[in-house]
Nanobody
Framework: QVQFLESGGGLVQPGGSLRLSCAAS????????MGWYRQAPGKQRELVAT???????DYASSVKGRFTIARDNAKNTGYLQMNSLKAEDTAVYYC????????WGQGTQVTVSS
């Protein structure tokens, strides 16, 4: 069964940074592109960053220039470096394949507040 385990969230002040990590079971990320999604209270889940197996990246306009996605295929692990965080980045962050598979982890809470 596919499993995703996200970590690294927390409370940070505006302008601060966090690095999220994602461990996936099996060899999911050697097969699929990997993405980071987020869901803010009262909003739909959205895809914020994608990285292909070959390392090409794409970002939502709201995070471009501030977030950096990376992956380690050998470790089946993904990362999301988040800099210059804003209050509107507050959400639960999830990793999954792109397109997403119907398995979601618990996510990791990111709260940006002074």
């Amino acid at each position: 069964q596919v499993q995703f385990l996200e970590s690294g969230g927390g409370l940070v002040q505006p302008g601060g940074s966090l690095r999220l990590s994602c461990a996936a079971s099996g060899s999911i990320f050697s097969i699929y592109s990997m993405g980071w999604y987020r869901q803010a209270p009262g909003k739909q889940r959205e895809l914020v960053a994608t990285i292909t197996r070959g390392g090409s990246t794409d970002y939502a306009s709201s995070v471009k220039g501030r977030f950096t996605i990376a992956r380690d295929n050998a470790k089946n692990t993904g990362y999301l470096q988040m800099n210059s965080l804003k209050a509107e980045d507050t959400a639960v962050y999830y990793c999954n394949a792109v397109p997403y598979l119907d398995y979601w982890g618990q996510g990791t809470q990111v709260t940006v507040s002074s």
